[in-house]
């Protein structure tokens, strides 16, 4: 399993918008995505316009190519990219090690 981690920015005093249109558009953009095996939004507390999104995918390529390569993505960022202040920074991760269950 990929670890999509994506550092967000959005313009200050959008933040409530920002979270609406996210969530609209990972329940009916992204939940079509192959691979995508689910994701997490977190606000900053410090910083209420910064988010870590985290996105877990099956592969890299199902985020790389099928993804951000397709028709999805341009349907993902029309709804959620007017409130980036900045694009996001995005990174990829696998897992090394775990606490135990």
């Known amino acids: 399993m990929i670890l999509e981690l994506a550092d967000i920015r959005v313009t200050a ?8 249109a996210f969530n609209h558009a990972a329940s009916t953009v992204v939940a079509q995505a192959k691979g995508m ?3 997490k939004l977190n606000r900053c507390i410090e910083t ?3 988010y870590v999104l985290q996105i877990f995918w099956d592969t890299l390529e199902d985020h790389t ?5 397709g028709p999805l993505f341009a ?3 029309g709804i959620v990219g007017p409130f980036f202040a900045q694009p996001p920074h995005v ?4 897992l090394a090690l775990k606490s135990p269950d």
């Not at 990174?91 to 696998?94: D, G, I, L, R, S």
Request: hydrophobic content about 25%; glycine content about 12%.
């Open 75 to 77: 349907q993902w960022r």
């Open 65 to 69: 190519v099928g993804f951000r390569q």
């Open 48 to 50: 209420p316009q910064r």
């Open 91 to 94: 990174e990829h991760f696998e």
């Open 13 to 20: 005093g959008q933040e409530a918008a920002f979270e609406q």
């Open 37 to 39: 095996r689910g994701y």
